[in-house]
């Protein structure tokens, strides 16, 4: 007895499931963390590349505002030495007189005006004012005593006078320059420049640069943001603040201090600053940090610093970062998606022999659909063929239909054609034989009234049979009919039945060129007005009206009657083929069918409405674009 080999026991189930366990646990928090250290080590490197690229720019920058502010301020220094050239200031700091004082006003104010400073004065050696380029304005200072003014000090000593403060009389900021008059070797008086560097904020702001200058004091004198002026930048003891109130150098103003919300020192001269955010200018952000460089401007004790804001360039290295971390992201998603991948395809592999037998089997009823649908798609075109030789078939006999319509209408004019025709012929056996006896006679007048009246009666009947020949030869599919030939021509085939019937005819339609051929539409006219003569018969008042206009570029032609009108029963089967209500053999019951069919097939449409008295039958059909309608009015005839 042969035994079977046994078979392989499985592991246990918690073998199995504890490494998937344990990779659904502990994978995606170390993808997680993974991505964040990433992210947040690519910001940091990013931040750091881009202050650097910042502060290299913002160096070049610094330089160059710091070397048009000394600019701006080096421009006036030459200024109040030129005083001591003009010998009407010297003599009126040797020997003050009213008449040197104007003539020193004078020059003093076109030498303000030429060097567009904002006022210069000269002081004698105790500090009152003698002379100034402002003594007409109201806030001159004219006799003002200026010797508590630091430049005034420093100037007397015969040191170059330089300062920067808020008049005591006006309350306006500017730079002060002082230099000593000298006569003989001792300063007898002192000449001040004041000039305003608003223009320098004005330029920055244009420029939208942030930047600020300070003073000794450590106090900004220039700033590009207004709510930054005459703040410190540095704490004040309060023997400092005593001083400066004492001098009045920044006049009453409280000079609190511009105390930022962090600072971090990056290199020499180069700080992370973070000031509150201006509400009024920023209302995205509560906090703005910025790049702060500084440079000392030559000359004087100022400093310039100029602020870089860091929004942008966090910005861009949170994208940075972002990017990095959405890369990093990317990537562990392709490689768990290629182990998942690689799992896929061995199961794949053991399932394609099964699929390749389903897919023999699915071509195999592929096939057989597939003949089936070219057996259906040859009775489909055979089917096609057959309708479109149906639809030849019926067109033609349409055709034919309207024809035989047309000659029916010929038949039934045929009285009064024959006596249209018959009154002119015999006017002309008449005519003819009198004016031979009158040319016998040598009556040439007469002989030629008779002629003329002859040519009158041909041309009579010429038109008459003119009519005939248009109303009766065949129509096209497409064209375009004028209005107002299509309802004379359909008039004169009526003529006769007109007169007899003693009809009042009221036109009032606007003409236009309709698209439809004129025959077609005239075949129309012809079946509607006709319709009119038999519908009012009876009437002892009979009367009929055209009217017409143009509605939203489709032209609606109403064709109105005091008939009789149609009974309700009749109205269900009016535009039906055969159908009609005249007596015996009047009437094929083909003339609306006709004309309903030929509105139709020119995009147009015939309705029939029934008042109180009469019908009503409303024709519509399009307007050829670019043609101006013109109104027609006829009297009643």
Not at 94 to 105: C, D, F, I, K, T
Not at 287 to 306: G, I, K
Not at 382 to 398: M, N, P, S, V, Y
Request: proline content about 4%.
């Amino acid at each position: 007895m042969k035994c079977d080999s046994p078979l392989p026991r499985a592991a246990p189930p918690s073998l199995i499931v504890k490494p998937r366990l344990i990779r659904q646990l502990f994978l995606p928090p170390l993808i997680l963390i993974l991505v964040i250290v990433l992210g947040y080590a690519a910001y940091r490197v990013s931040e750091h590349y881009g202050i650097q690229t910042l502060s290299e720019s913002g160096a070049r920058q610094l330089e160059l505002h710091a070397r048009t502010v000394e600019s701006e301020i080096s421009k006036y220094t030459y200024l109040p030495s030129i005083l001591e050239l003009e010998d009407s200031v010297s003599e009126l700091l040797r020997e003050p007189s009213p008449e040197l004082q104007n003539q020193v006003n004078g020059y003093l104010e076109g030498l303000n005006r030429r060097s567009r400073s904002r006022a210069i004065y000269v002081l004698d050696t105790t500090g009152r004012v003698l002379a100034t380029s402002n003594w007409r304005d109201s806030d001159s200072y004219q006799g003002e005593d200026l010797s508590f003014r630091a430049y005034f000090q420093d100037a007397i000593r015969g040191q170059p006078g330089r300062f920067y403060g808020i008049g005591t009389t006006t309350g306006e900021s500017g730079y002060y320059l002082a230099h000593g008059l000298e006569d003989k070797g001792r300063i007898i008086g002192v000449a001040v420049v004041k000039v305003r560097l608003e223009t320098l904020e004005e330029r920055w702001q244009r420029a939208r640069l942030e930047a600020f200058v300070s003073d000794e004091n450590g106090i900004i004198i220039l700033s590009s943001d207004p709510t930054r002026r005459l703040k410190s930048v540095r704490p004040l003891n309060e023997g400092l603040k005593e001083r400066l109130a004492r001098s009045l150098q920044y006049y009453w103003w409280p000079l609190n201090e511009l105390v930022p919300l962090e600072r971090h020192t990056l290199t020499e001269g180069v700080e992370e600053l973070t000031f509150p955010a201006n509400a009024s200018v920023d209302q995205e952000h509560t906090q703005v940090s910025y790049l702060a460089q500084n440079r000392q401007l030559a000359d004087t004790p100022w400093h310039l610093t100029l602020l870089t804001p860091l929004e942008d360039l966090r910005r861009e290295a949170a994208n940075q970062g972002m990017l990095v971390a959405v890369a990093c992201a990317l990537v562990t998603f392709l490689l768990i998606a290629w182990n998942e991948r690689r799992k896929v395809i061995a199961t794949r592999l053991a399932a394609r022999e099964a699929l390749q037998a389903a897919n023999d089997e699915l071509e195999r009823k592929i096939a057989e659909r597939t003949d089936h649908l070219r057996a259906s798609n040859e009775r489909l075109k055979a089917q096609i063929r057959e309708r479109r030789q149906a639809e030849e078939t019926l067109r033609k006999a349409q055709d034919e239909l309207v024809q035989a319509g047309k000659l029916a209408a010929i038949g039934q004019m045929s009285t009064s054609i024959a006596h249209e025709l018959n009154q002119p012929l015999a006017a002309l056996r008449t005519l003819s034989g009198n004016t031979v006896r009158f040319l016998e006679r040598g009556a040439l007048d007469t002989a030629s009234t008779n002629l003329r009246t002859i040519n009158d009666l041909v041309d009579r009947m010429g038109r008459i049979t003119a009519s005939l020949r248009a109303f009766a030869r065949r129509g096209e599919d497409k064209g375009q009919a004028q209005l107002s030939k299509a309802v004379e021509a359909a008039l004169q085939l009526l003529a006769g039945r007109l007169e007899n019937h003693s009809l009042a005819l009221h036109s009032n339609f606007v003409d236009a060129t309709l698209g439809i051929d004129q025959t077609r539409l005239e075949q129309i006219l012809v079946n509607l007005i006709g319709n009119a003569l038999d519908a009012t018969q009876a009437q002892p008042l009979p009367e009929l009206w055209l009217e017409g206009q143009v509605l939203d570029e489709r032209y609606r032609l109403c064709v109105r009657d005091n008939g009789h009108g149609i009974d309700s029963e009749a109205r269900k089967h009016l535009f039906e083929p055969f159908f009609t209500t005249k007596p015996g053999e009047q009437g094929l019951g083909l003339g609306l069918t006709l004309s309903a069919s030929l509105a139709a097939a020119a995009g147009g449409s015939l309705s029939a409405e029934h008042p109180d008295n009469g019908t009503v039958f409303i024709l519509s059909l399009p307007v050829i674009a670019g043609t101006a309608p013109e109104p027609r009015t006829e009297a009643p005839t």
